[in-house]
């Protein structure tokens, strides 16, 4: 069970930050696969 103390120190907002670094990581590692792709094809 969750303390309803504990559960008001986690705010939507820590969830909102690792969820757009999680998803700008991943696009940088998308952008460098294609970039590594083109250099191999070129």
Known sequence: ???P???EK???Q???VNFSKRFIFQS???WLKWF???C???
């Open 1 to 3: 069970m969750i303390k």
């Open 28 to 30: 940088i590692l998308l």
């Open 5 to 7: 103390l504990s559960h």
């Open 40 to 42: 191999v094809n070129i």
């Open 14 to 16: 820590p969830f909102i």
């Open 10 to 12: 986690f705010t939507t």
């Open 36 to 38: 590594a792709y083109l």
